[in-house]
């Protein structure tokens, strides 16, 4: 089975909930990350052959973003696309599907990613299409509604998501609030650290962002690390989320995102007569979270890592 190469991965900085990247809706951002990505490459447009993104909440507004992005970034009419969804994973999963697309032969350059704009995201009602009698039209957050109907609630109960994954993982592994917020406080510490030393800046895609008043801001950094949180601070947003959580406060708690991200994926011998050097290059994954880890070798440079 051939190999797949990583090449030339880019992504947007990533926004917070109702902050900078407001403006900009999930096809926008996916598409300036696929235009960045065509130029720092130089992959001619129509040797792509597919473009898989991930997408957790899509709507009609951009179905399909696969196809949806690719059109928007100017890409040729004759570049199909996808979207596929595996939550939290999806980004991963659009990389993995692109790998094995090549890997097994049906293509030679794949272009992966995912994007979301949880900022964007709409409300929305079941029951108005074919009218009401009587009574009220109950409109729906799907922010919310994709988490708790992300499982039958019949067999599981309603579950809002990461909190009570939080919570039974504190559980199962003896982990207190304690060493939780210093995890947390040190994680943020090094993410500003890793940004002050410009550790992201290559892979970053600079957007402009319109503004309701005057001209577009340039929007190149992430803007929900915070440097000053420490694992002692308790003031009052540091309490739990709920009441019924202890270990998810709000000053730790991580950014709902608005970004976009994407790569090539190629045949060795594709990246070869581009004069592309890849990046990594995948062999195994597993999609079961209990199966035992699987160590995928990757280079990057003269180094080399593992993937797990």
């Known amino acids: 089975m051939r190999r797949a190469a990583i090449v030339c991965p880019v992504r947007t900085a990533v926004g917070t909930f109702g902050g900078s990247l407001r403006p900009l809706r ?3 951002l996916a598409a300036k990350a696929i235009t960045a ?15 898989v993104f991930a997408q957790s909440y899509a709507n009609s507004e951009a179905p ?20 596929i969804d595996r939550r939290c994973g ?31 995201i709409e409300h929305y009602t079941t029951t108005a299409r074919w009218g009401s009698r009587s009574g009220n039209q109950m409109l ?11 499982q039958p609630i019949w067999r599981f109960g309603p579950i809002s998501g990461m909190i009570e994954t939080a919570e039974n993982l504190a559980a199962d592994y003896g982990i207190d609030r304690e060493a939780a917020d210093s995890f947390a406080a040190r994680s ?39 440097p000053d949180t420490t694992p002692w601070r308790r003031t009052a947003p540091s309490q739990p989320v709920t009441p019924a959580n ?13 970004s976009g991200l994407t790569t090539l994926i190629s045949s060795r011998l594709a990246s070869w007569k581009a004069g592309r050097r890849s990046d990594a290059s995948r062999r195994e994954w597993a999609s079961d979270p209990s199966a035992r880890s699987r160590s995928c070798s990757t280079e990057r440079g003269w180094g ?5």
Not at 195 to 223: L, S, Y
Request: aromatic share 6%; hydrophobic share 40%.
């Open 26 to 28: 999930a096809e926008d």
């Open 37 to 51: 990505l065509v130029e720092r490459s130089g992959v001619d447009p129509a040797a792509i052959e597919d473009v």
């Open 64 to 83: 399909c973003i696969g196809r949806w992005a690719a059109l928007h970034a100017d890409l040729p009419i004759s570049v199909p696309g996808l979207q």
């Open 90 to 120: 999806g980004g991963l999963q659009a990389v993995v599907t692109a790998a094995m697309t090549v890997q097994t032969g049906a293509a030679d350059v794949v272009l992966a990613g995912g994007v979301e704009s949880m900022s964007n």
């Open 140 to 150: 729906y957050d799907r922010l919310d509604r994709g988490r708790e109907l992300s």
């Open 188 to 226: 943020h510490q090094r993410a500003a650290a890793a940004q002050r030393a410009g550790r992201f800046d290559d892979e970053i895609v600079a957007v402009q962002v319109p503004q309701r008043k005057g001209e577009p801001v340039q929007f190149d950094r992430d803007e929900g690390i915070r």
């Open 246 to 258: 202890r270990m998810t406060p709000l000053r730790r708690a991580w950014w709902w995102p608005r």
């Open 304 to 308: 080399s890592t593992r993937w797990i």
